[in-house]
């Protein structure tokens, strides 16, 4: 029986240990924490045909009754000043789950322990055991001891900071350290309210709020105001605690005691890492950068990727060369890796713009509900894109929107370019081409 390690009890690699040890595979994940300490201390909002498409069983028979399941709505946008609102038409846009990040993560590994995956909990991955372009192993260190253990496939799914990719030797070809500028930085708090659940449920997205260079979010639910302050490649606490202030004052319903959260944490931002695949080896989830470029939302792509992953491994018929893997990879880019260049070229003019500037875009009309939330996709790429290089008024939005046009440009004349089958020289060329354009 072939033997799988996967490093890290993310949302990716449980989706593919799920599936690898359904199909006979002999898994183990090492988790660094312990049983029941996994997950996050807040709700997370995903796609509903998640677990469809993961091939992982939904844990939740009763779905709409139980609030799991849910209509998900845009949130309304303020302007760096406040004066302007985009109001959301209140259209739900999307049917998805809402969920608690610690239930999800001990359904999924339960899930997986009914399918076969051993666990081992408190144990810490602290690097690959790698010779030439091959991964062979892990090493381990669980109460004090140091051990290695050998697979036949290693799949790393420990998350941004993974000691795995960032340890590996660099003629792998795998990007080990994401740009600070692609990183975005989050607090999180769960506050209590002050008004016990009269004022219904609303959603309101901040933009540079007291000029800080990112987002804030206000979302209001029973029992609790969901307030989620974020920067792009800093976020210091006098930051957050002015966010915090500036949202109070403008809600009133707000309170000031933490109830959850309260605690910082990182979400890549960039679009997937350009190699995520090696001889025995692959990279799957946030460690390999797949989330949604302007949210972080990365449940939805990392458990679709570990199906993915999954998938390739099973067919491999035990051949799990890069040849063979890059399958994976290029199956995954074209399905979805591609489909947020958009987006993050959308992400990376904001970070260029003052917020005096996007003060414009919200006066001027450029932002209105219909480019955000037309098709209810929110912030639509293409035509934000497009009418900011309209607006001749003001010179310098106009140059930064028609520079993040043509690197879109090129991104996806790059992305169009990635070879459908293995050749070690041709992936080179294409993962350096790749890189200067993401990277
Ligand atoms: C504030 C916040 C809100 C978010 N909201 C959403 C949302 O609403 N919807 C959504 O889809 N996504 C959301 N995300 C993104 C989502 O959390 C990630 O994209 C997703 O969890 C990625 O999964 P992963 O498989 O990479 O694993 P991760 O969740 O990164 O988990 C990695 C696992 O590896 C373990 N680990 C790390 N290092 C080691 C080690 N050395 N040894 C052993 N184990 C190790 C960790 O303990 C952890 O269990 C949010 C993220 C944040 C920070």
């Not at 960039?270 to 390999?288: C, E, M, P, Q, R």
């Not at 990879?329 to 003052?354: I, P």
């Amino acid at each position: 029986m072939k033997k799988i390690l996967i490093a890290g009890a993310g949302q990716g690699g449980l989706s593919a240990g799920y599936n690898l040890a359904s199909a006979g595979f002999d898994v183990t994940i090492f988790e660094k924490r312990e049983r029941g300490k996994t997950g996050h201390d807040w709700h997370d909002v995903f796609n509903s045909d998640t677990f469809d498409c993961s091939g992982v069983p939904d844990p939740f028979p009763v779905k709409k009754e139980s609030g799991i399941l849910r209509k998900a709505y845009d949130p309304d946008f303020i302007s760096p000043d406040m004066k302007h609102v985009v109001k959301n038409p209140k259209k739900p846009s999307w049917s998805c789950y809402y969920l608690d990040r610690k239930f999800l993560s001990d359904c999924l590994i339960s899930e997986c322990e009914k399918a076969g995956v051993k666990f081992v909990f408190g144990a810490e991955v602290l690097s690959p055991v790698c010779y030439e372009k091959k991964v062979y192993g892990l090493n381990i260190q669980k109460d004090g001891k140091k051990f290695i253990v050998y697979g036949d496939m290693i799949i790393d799914s420990a998350g941004l900071y993974s000691p795995v990719r960032m340890n590996l030797p660099d003629n792998f070809g795998i990007t080990k350290n994401y740009p600070e500028k692609d990183i975005f930085i989050i607090k999180r708090c769960y506050f209590d309210r002050t008004d016990d659940d009269e004022t219904p449920d609303f959603y309101k997205l901040y933009f540079f709020l007291n000029g800080k260079l990112g987002i804030d979010w206000l979302q209001i639910y029973p029992g609790y105001a969901d307030v989620l302050s974020g920067g792009f490649g800093s976020l210091t606490d006098l930051q957050v605690k002015n966010a915090h202030t500036s949202v109070r004052n403008a809600n009133k319903v707000v309170g000031d005691k933490i109830i959850r959260g309260g605690y910082e944490a990182k979400i890549p931002i960039s679009l997937t890492n350009a190699k995520i695949i090696s001889d025995n080896f692959a990279v799957v989830g946030d460690s390999a950068s797949m989330t949604v470029p302007i949210n972080g939302s990365g449940i939805e792509l990392s458990m679709k990727a570990g199906k993915i992953l999954a998938d390739v491994i099973i067919n491999a018929d035990g051949d799990y060369s890069a040849k063979n893997l890059w399958n994976y990879q290029f199956r995954y880019q074209k399905k979805f890796g591609e489909k947020f260049a958009g987006v993050r070229t959308v992400r990376l003019l904001l970070q260029t713009l003052s917020p005096d500037d996007v003060n414009y875009l919200f006066s001027s009309g450029i932002i209105d509900s219909e480019t955000a939330f037309m098709g209810g996709e929110g912030l639509k790429t293409k035509d934000i894109l497009s009418k900011a290089a309209d607006a001749a008024v003001r010179k310098g939005i106009v140059l930064k929107a028609n520079k993040a046009l043509a690197e879109y440009a090129c991104f996806k004349a790059a992305a169009y370019m990635m070879p459908e089958k293995y050749d070690a020289e041709k992936v080179d060329r294409w993962v350096k081409l790749y890189n200067r354009l993401v990277f």
